[in-house]
């Protein structure tokens, strides 16, 4: 078992930055595959980004590459969302999720355990 709990979002300006974490409990973290995805009102969970266990591989939409960064702290069990240049089209609920398998899927099916969410807001 895995639970996760995120961390630091809130309200932005278009053009400022936020890191969001997500703190992750079991002595298994290392071991899964951990992913970032968001949902906006009306619409359906969109993949953010993932990051393989050991960080040597890492995934992420187009919508965000090159302005968002996936890292990991398997020491301290935590993972990082750093987002910057935000747009208000990237407001939503973002989510953190662990999967068991050794890619770092874009599919919400790979995922087994998911947080409650963080809520980012971006204003224009």
């Known amino acids: 078992q895995v639970q996760l709990v995120e961390s630091g979002g809130g309200l932005v300006q278009a053009g400022g930055s936020l890191r969001l974490s997500c703190a992750a409990s079991?002595?298994?973290?290392?071991?899964?595959?951990m992913g970032w995805f968001r949902q906006a009102p009306g619409k359906e969970r969109e993949f953010v980004a993932a990051?393989?266990?050991?960080?040597?591989?890492?995934n992420y939409a187009d919508s965000v590459k090159g302005r968002f960064t996936i890292s990991r702290d398997n020491a301290k069990n935590t993972v990082y969302l750093q987002m910057s240049s935000l747009k208000p089209e990237d407001t939503a609920v973002y989510y953190c999720?662990?999967?068991?398998?050794?890619?770092?899927?874009?599919?919400?099916?790979?995922?087994?355990?998911w947080g409650q969410g963080t809520q980012v807001t971006v204003s224009s």
């Open positions: 999720a662990a999967s068991p398998y050794g890619r770092p899927s874009e599919y919400t099916r790979a995922y087994a355990y």
């Open positions: 079991g002595r298994t973290f290392s071991t899964y595959t």
């Open positions: 990051i393989l266990w050991s960080g040597g591989s890492i």
